[in-house]
């Protein structure tokens, strides 16, 4: 999974490791911060960076769904 906010990787990174490890899927979540919750404020990396430890953020939903599809389509 790619975070849409995520700063340390790129799109063209993520899409290199994909087609690097066949059974990977590439997912980008828009809005994801790099502890998997939902960043609300994308106006900079700080504001991002900030995200990571506001506890009224939850994990981000479509991180849980992803992870049980790709979870039980390999059972």
Do not use: W
């Not at 994909?18 to 590439?26: E, F, K, V």
């Not at 990396?45 to 049980?68: H, K, W």
């Amino acid at each position: 999974m790619k975070r849409s906010t995520f700063v340390l990787t790129s799109a063209a990174a993520a899409t290199a490791t994909t087609i690097a490890l066949p059974a990977a899927r590439y997912v980008v979540i828009e809005g994801m911060n790099h502890v998997l919750k939902h960043a609300p404020d994308t106006s900079s990396n700080a504001a991002v960076t900030a995200g990571y430890i506001d506890p009224a953020l939850q994990i981000e939903p479509l991180v849980v769904d992803t992870v049980a599809a790709i979870a039980l389509a390999q059972t």
